[in-house]
Every structure is written in structure tokens, then in C-alpha cells.
């Protein structure tokens, strides 16, 4: 059944990738510069709207794994200022490339580090009008009790 309603953002999921019927870039959500965050298969998948293809080279430089901080409560205060996920680049430099999001920019959000399989990372966009993955990456997921979570993570030993 196709989407009639443009309002309403729809993810074609072939497994850990997204796949062409998401109407992500062409949403409202997209059209206002701003991004999302989903899982599927294991996969946390950033959707980058093309506003944002400027800094792909720039986030993804260097980048070793990514670290998913989640708030480990659903009371959000105003300390959280509304953030429940943040998603560092880890690439091993003193500042690496973090997105926050609030809850309504997460479809899905990641089980704890105990999940049994191994998670991976992904950063989605368009390149020259189809959907392209930019980046793909070990994944490890934290419990953070603030944010900013910039805290050091050390992934564990194979």
C-alpha cells in the first residue's frame, strides 16, 4: 500500500539497510533539517536530511565504532532537556561528532549492551537523488544517567 500522506514517514527495511519506498527525503521532517534516528536487524541507522550532506565527510572521518548513550530513565527532566539518545562517532580524537535527539527523532530506541547480538551503526542520506549508505560501523550501546554523555568507552576485548 503506497503513502499517501506525506506527513507521515514510512522505512522500507531490507534487513540492516534502507531500502528505496522510505520517504524520509522528501518528508517534512527532512524538509526542516532534521534527522532520525531507527533500528532494524540489529542496525541504529541515522537518516541524514540533504541539508546535512556537507558534514557526512566530516562525521565520518576517522570513525572506529559508534557509541549510543540512552538515558537510562523515561522521566525526563529538565536536565535532559527532552534528549534520550545520543550518538557519538567514536574517532579516537577529543572531540568526536555526537547527535542528540529527543524521543519523537527515535523510531525504536536500542536495548541495553547485554543485547545478544552484535549491534552495528549505519549513516544514511542521498547521493545524487537515491538512498545511500555513507557509513557503517560496530556498534555498542550504554546507559548514561546525563547528558552530554562524551564519557570515554572502551569497547570490549574479542
Request: hydrophobic share 40%; aromatic share 10%; glycine share 8%.
Amino acid at each position: 500500500m503506497k503513502n499517501t500522506n506525506p506527513s507521515l514517514i514510512c522505512i522500507v527495511n531490507n534487513g540492516k539497510d534502507i531500502a528505496p519506498g522510505t520517504n524520509f527525503w522528501d518528508s517534512p521532517t527532512a524538509m526542516a533539517g532534521k534527522f532520525i534516528i531507527t533500528t532494524n536487524a540489529g542496525c541504529v541507522r541515522v537518516l541524514l536530511p540533504d541539508a546535512w550532506l556537507h558534514q557526512v565527510p566530516d562525521m565520518i572521518k576517522g570513525a572506529k565504532h559508534v557509541v549510543i548513550s540512552v538515558l537510562d530513565s523515561y522521566d525526563y527532566d529538565a536536565d535532559s532537556g527532552g534528549i534520550v539518545l545520543e550518538f557519538m562517532i567514536e574517532d579516537g580524537g577529543s572531540s568526536p561528532f555526537v547527535l542528540a535527539t529527543p524521543a519523537g527523532g527515535v523510531i525504536g530506541i536500542p536495548a541495553p549492551a547485554k543485547t545478544p547480538f552484535p549491534w552495528t551503526a549505519s549513516i544514511w542520506g542521498r547521493k545524487n537523488g537515491k538512498i545511500h549508505k555513507f557509513m557503517e560501523r560496530p556498534c555498542y550501546v550504554r546507559y548514561a544517567s546525563r547528558f552530554p554523555c562524551v564519557d570515554p568507552f572502551v569497547p570490549p576485548a574479542k
